[in-house]
């Protein structure tokens, strides 16, 4: 199953349901499209939901990396949300776990950018 994504506005937060494989490429350019969309509207506060992505390799967690400097560079913040066991394995395994800001609560995620603005 290819990468879908799902934007939506939570208070000041876009969040991000993302569902299938984040792999080399069409899906990792599926969401470089996504993110880059949204920091063209200013949504700078970006919460990705992985609750639903099944699989993803080396390319989609480059792609994460990348979202992330993207966000940062523009004084923005991304966050990630219900990480699935292979996703947070991996995020372990490469040592970005201590990089993202992680959460398992989507309301705690989204009161958790008010806080740092």
Request: charged letters at 25%; a neutral charge; aromatic letters at 4%.
């Amino acid at each position: 199953m290819s990468m879908k994504a799902t934007v939506r506005q939570v208070d000041s937060v876009t969040v991000v349901d993302v569902r299938g494989r984040i792999t080399l490429g069409e899906d990792c350019k599926q969401l470089r499209e996504v993110i880059r969309e949204q920091l063209a509207k200013n949504h700078k506060s970006i919460l990705l939901n992985l609750a639903d992505v099944t699989y993803i390799d080396s390319s989609g967690i480059g792609e994460l990396v990348s979202a992330y400097t993207a966000i940062s560079n523009q004084g923005g913040q991304l966050k990630l949300l219900n990480l699935t066991k292979r996703v947070h394995d991996l995020l372990q395994i490469t040592k970005l776990y201590t990089v993202f800001d992680i959460h398992d609560d989507e309301a705690a995620a989204i009161s958790s950018f008010a806080a740092a603005s």
